[in-house]
């Protein structure tokens, strides 16, 4: 239904940033939440943000006031500003598209193939 593709991964220094982009295609429905994921070695996966069609935002404790989820007005790309890095945010994060349960048919969650972070201390 929908195809999820994220970009911006690479390297970076303890404290400094990074960008992730993330662009859907198909059934516009099912973009109406969209949520960024990570997944380091040997650890499931996670939520890290989420935005809402209406643009309400939440974050794992574990980034706020660092990562900060942006999309202009259901369009794309939903982006994934990171600041003030830390080597515990090395995974490979992973963007997600559905929709907000109102759909129908009702939406199939969507992922992207993922993009690395590394952060290095």
């Known amino acids: 239904q929908v195809h999820v593709q994220e970009s911006g991964g690479g390297l970076a220094q303890a404290g400094g940033s990074l960008r992730l982009s993330c662009v859907a295609s198909?059934?516009?429905?099912?973009?109406?939440?969209m949520r960024w994921f990570r997944q380091a070695p040997g650890k499931e996966r996670e939520l890290v943000a989420a935005v809402t069609s209406l643009g309400f935002q939440t974050y794992a404790d574990s980034v706020k006031g660092r990562f900060t989820i942006f999309r202009d007005n259901m369009k794309f790309p939903v982006y994934l500003q990171m600041k003030n890095l830390k080597p515990e945010d090395t995974a490979v994060y992973f963007c997600?598209?559905?929709?907000?349960?109102?759909?129908?048919?009702?939406?199939?969650?969507?992922w992207g193939q993922g993009t690395q972070v590394t952060v290095s201390s």
């Open positions: 997600h598209a559905d929709g907000e349960g109102r759909e129908d048919p009702p939406c199939v969650g969507s």
């Open positions: 198909g059934r516009i429905q099912c973009t109406s939440a």
